[in-house]
């Protein structure tokens, strides 16, 4: 399960984003165009991910999650250099060639490249540790933090060495077993009950009218981003829901969460122990679940 810091949901300037030019610009996607060929409910999730990511890098004013000028540095390896090639190279052919599936490939090694960077920090931190003693000159750690600070980068390579000797929990096992029982029990039922029948436009509507804003989870969508969708994205979320909501299934993707640590007041932070953690789930995901338990029967 991913790691994240406290910051995560510091990525966009959400206050300052014009929503009405948000949901224009995803009207003029015709998502429903996007997806018609597209057969697997899960590769539909991913496309409207990727889709409205994009638009919101486009629109949404803040950090640009897909930077490409990296300054070489100390952590910078010949992998690195490969990925961001591979990277420039889907862009070009995008660029050139501006197809669905030319878009999905520039996505993707993006990704890889992200991942690459990302694992070359943590290589070069672990390493830098282990050469470290009382007798290194403090100039020399402060110089190798900032070469490495990016966003939640540090965190996450610390959080790693702890993961290598801690075995965590995993606080999503609680909730997928609930989820998935409650879906399975109702869907599945042969009584001919309401509660077996798809869900309906008002559903949808109603449980994202009063979505909470919080945090995002691993795919940074914030609630702000799901309460701006024009009607056709509700629509297609509807229909995709009500495809796993037949099947009895509760999808892969959705399942994953951040998990966020919080220092507790007053203790030492360099001890696991002082430190709560919370669980940051997509919100696409929270949306189907809300979804289950508004139309749940009363016992």
Not at 136 to 157: D, F, H, N, Y
Not at 263 to 271: N, R
Request: with cysteine; proline share 5%.
């Amino acid at each position: 399960m991913p790691y994240a810091t406290n910051n995560i949901a510091r990525k966009f300037k959400l206050k300052k984003t014009d929503w009405k030019a948000f949901s224009t610009a995803l009207e003029n996607v015709h998502i429903e165009e996007q997806l018609k060929d597209v057969s697997s409910s899960e590769e539909k999730i991913k496309i409207i991910q990727i889709v409205l990511m994009d638009v919101v890098d486009k629109v949404v004013p803040g950090i640009n999650t897909h930077k490409l000028n990296h300054k070489i540095t100390k952590w910078w390896n010949e992998t690195c250099t490969k990925a961001k090639q591979d990277l420039k190279d889907a862009k070009s052919n995008y660029e050139r060639l501006p197809t669905f599936y030319g878009y999905v490939e520039y996505q993707r090694k993006a990704a890889e490249f992200k991942k690459t960077a990302i694992a070359a920090k943590q290589e070069n931190w672990i390493n830098f540790l282990n050469k470290l003693d009382f007798r290194g000159p403090a100039s020399r750690v402060c110089s190798t933090i900032k070469s490495l600070i990016s966003g939640s980068q540090i965190a996450e390579a610390a959080v790693s060495l702890l993961d290598s000797v801690i075995e965590v929990p995993d606080p999503l096992s609680d909730c997928e077993i609930e989820v998935k029982a409650k879906v399975k029990r109702f869907s599945k039922s042969q009584k001919p009950i309401a509660y077996n029948q798809p869900f309906l436009t008002q559903d949808i509507e109603k449980v994202i009218n009063h979505l909470t804003l919080t945090a995002p989870g691993e795919d940074i969508i914030f609630p702000q981003f799901v309460k701006a969708l024009p009607k056709d994205w509700v629509a297609a979320l509807l229909n995709i829901i009500n495809e796993f909501w037949n099947e009895g299934q509760f999808p892969k993707i959705w399942k994953d969460g951040v998990v966020v640590l919080i220092p507790k007041v007053g203790k030492d932070k360099s001890k696991l122990e002082n430190y709560r953690t919370i669980t940051l789930l997509p919100v696409l995901g929270n949306v189907y679940e809300l979804m289950v338990k508004q139309n749940e029967p009363s016992d």
